[in-house]
């Protein structure tokens, strides 16, 4: 059983370009979770889905950020005009139901 | 305020032996969950433990205990037998509610297994 599969492991942007990100939960696991840590700290919560439907974004920046699990394919964090007070590793979680969170490696996403 | 408290930024363990990482948390609910992870220095996150707050035992995974004391709202993992590979950063986390979804997460505790 394969477990939370993230993408892009790194990614670099220049200030003003758009990042996704990409979140495939655990099979058969239908909440998905996403989460961001700045350097030396601990995971902030940002958004929490379910299949095409946002459960609970009170964590999720008012601007630039989005979020979205269809039907079909992975879960998308997707951040607009990326500044450098982006730069954090986001982390993507999934659970079958509001159980134990799996989490993924991670995407590390670099603004220049 | 916060709501879990890791006290310890890094802590030293010789190798074989067992160590006490610290978690105080503050809730009003009553039920929830506490979990631990734990982040070696390739980022990936692990679960490694959890406890409910109706759960009578304190949950025990392997090397891993958690000692749950309910009144005094504190959740401390115990590893047992300490291994070089158990260097990592430890974190504590919080679900609140029955039907809580996110995770609430301490600062974290570094921990180095010496030989």
């Known amino acids: 059983n394969a477990g939370v599969m993230q993408n892009p492991r790194h990614l670099v942007r220049r200030r003003g370009q758009e990042a996704r990100l990409r979140c495939s939960p655990m099979?058969?696991?239908?909440?998905v979770y996403w989460y961001r840590q700045l350097p030396e700290e601990g995971l902030k919560f940002m958004v929490y889905l379910q299949k095409e439907n946002i459960i609970d974004e009170s964590g999720m920046p008012k601007e630039r950020f989005s979020a979205e699990f269809p039907k079909e394919g992975p879960s998308i964090l997707r951040i607009q005009q990326v500044v450098r007070g982006d730069s954090a590793a986001y982390f993507c979680?999934?659970?079958?139901?509001?159980?134990?969170?799996?989490f993924g490696p991670g995407t590390r996403l670099t603004v220049l | 305020a916060q709501k879990i408290t890791q006290t310890q930024p890094g802590m030293f363990v010789q190798e074989k032996e067992a160590v006490t990482l610290d978690c105080t948390y503050d809730?009003?609910?009553?039920?929830?969950?506490l979990f631990w992870y734990k982040q070696p220095s390739s980022g990936e996150m692990i679960f490694l433990i959890y406890q409910g707050s109706y759960d009578e035992q304190n949950a025990t995974e392997g090397r891993y205990s958690l000692n749950f004391q309910k009144a005094r709202k504190s959740a401390n993992l115990v590893i047992s037998a300490s291994q070089l590979g158990d260097s990592a950063m430890y974190f504590c986390?919080?679900?609140?509610?029955?039907?809580?979804?996110?995770?609430?997460f301490g600062e974290g505790t570094q921990l180095t297994v010496n030989p």
């Open positions: 099979k058969g696991h239908s909440h």
């Open positions: 809730t009003s609910d009553q039920s929830y969950g």
């Open positions: 986390a919080m679900r609140e509610g029955p039907s809580g979804s996110r995770l609430t």
């Open positions: 979680a999934s659970s079958p139901a509001e159980d134990t969170q799996y």
